[in-house]
Every structure is written in C-alpha cells, then in structure tokens.
C-alpha cells in the first residue's frame, strides 16, 4: 500500500513518552545553571512502533538532535543526503540543520531521541561526525544503555526543580558519551577477537616495571607494529610508547605519594634504570620534578 505525505503524522502513537521542557524552566535552572549550561536536554522522548511517523524541518531545529533506532525502519536526510536506518542505527542532526526523517510504512521504527543544546553538545556533534564522517552511527544494543535513558526520563517526569535538572543534565553527557565513544561503554567480549587496543592496555599495566618496545606491544596483540602504531595513534591521539609513559608516570605518582620509597627506587620500579631519566621524564610529563611533586602533595595532606 502507497501513503501519500499527509498519510503520515509527527506523533499520536501508542506507548510513546515524551517531555518537552517548558522555555521558562530552561532559562531558570539551565541556561544560567554554569554546572550543566555546557549540554543540556530541552525535548526527550520515546516512540514505541511509530506508525506513519515523519517529520521535516527545512530550517532545522534551535537544539540538536539525536534518534537511536532500536527496532524496524527509517530513513533520515540531512542536508540532502539520506541515511537509511535500522536497528542500532543511530544519527546526530546539528542544530540549524535541514533535515527530515520517516519511519517505513510497513516495518515502524522504534526510537529513542532528544534535543540538546550548549557548547559541549555542539563540541559532541563534531567529534561523533569526524570520528565516522557521517551523521550515522551504529551501537550494539546494551539495557545500560536504554537503563541510564529511563532514569533520566524518569527524573524529569517528577518534576522541574533545580536539583532534578542538575542531575539529569550531569548524567546526559554520559548517554551521549555511550554513542560517540560506544567502544568504551560496551561490554568488552571475552574472547580472542577482543580489541587490541584494549588489550594492549592490559599489557602495559602488566608491565610498568619493563622498558617494553613498539614490537613487543604490538607483538602482544598479535599485529604489525606499523598496523599497532596506526590503529593506536587514532584511537588515542599518542604513540604507544608515548602512552606507555605517561602510565609509568601515573604508576610513579603513586609510588611518590603513598610510599616513602626514594627516588631512584620507585625509576627501578617502573622499569627505568636512570633516575636522572626518569626524572627528566616525570618533569616533562607533570610539569614538576618527582622532588617537588612529593613534597606539592605531602603539604596538601
């Protein structure tokens, strides 16, 4: 069966939920609000099987937008380029954006969605489209996720007040977090296809005390150190040795602060036989010599 435009509907659906945070509240308790006025929600909701649901919006929306399928069918365009959606898709619209999106007429889709404004939510719109290079995305379903959702729903339903939308707005970030940086909030699987980036965490925390190589880390993962120093460096924005040393730092921050240990003990510890070395080392990375960080932080206690 056709459905012509005006077949479709913007809401009106069984079981959909929805909030939209009245423009005085926002000014009141978010927008003045320095805590939260960085990323905060105006619009939330649910729509269970949205028959016929469409909505197109030529000079976009003030705040920006995010819907997450979890079931059924879609499609979303932005500025002229559409995006077809499924179960785990998920698509980041920026504010002022045109666009229009529409559920298939014979498979409704499901969707969780909100609108968010501030700084920082336009900074998330960013990074999420430079990390994929496209508004669309795609998460394995996860109940931590839909869970964390709920709860923030479920706080804004019991009222307005400025504890509630502290709250609420302090854990959003975290939600959206889940999408742009989905790899850290799923589950890691227990097995041999674990990621290797993951894994090489694992193995230089197993070895701060050792000068561990490129080759020897990426020997660990059971890939090419040119494949590991690239993969690597996108993920983290360092080399891994680089990485490899700001942990051993961090191993010997602790060893300063909470052990009376001296100074060229704690470079054994961490699998540097120069402590002239590692002091430079600890300088460059902390700003302050291993002597002056010890006595900064006994002099804070």
Known sequence: MKYSKENFKRDGFEGQRAIVVPKSILQKFCISNKLINKCYITDIGYYPKARLHFRERPHGAEQNILIYCVDGKGTIKVKNITYNMGSGDFVFIPKGQSHSYKTDPDNPWTIYWCHFKGEQADEIIEISFQKKGSPKGYV??????????DSIYQTLESGYGFDNLSYVNLRFPQFLSSFLFSDKFEESPKNSSE?????????????????????????????????FLSVFKKRTGFPPIEYFNHLKIQKACQFLQFTPLRIKEIAFKIGLDDQYYFSRLFTKVMGMSPTEYREQRSAAK
């Open 140 to 149: 394995t379903f996860l109940d931590t996720r839909i869970n964390l959702f």
């Open 195 to 227: 990621d290797i980036i993951e894994l090489s965490f694992r193995y230089m925390q197993d070895n701060l005390d050792k000068p561990l190589t490129l080759a020897m880390i990426a020997q660990s993962v059971n890939t090419s150190a040119s494949h």
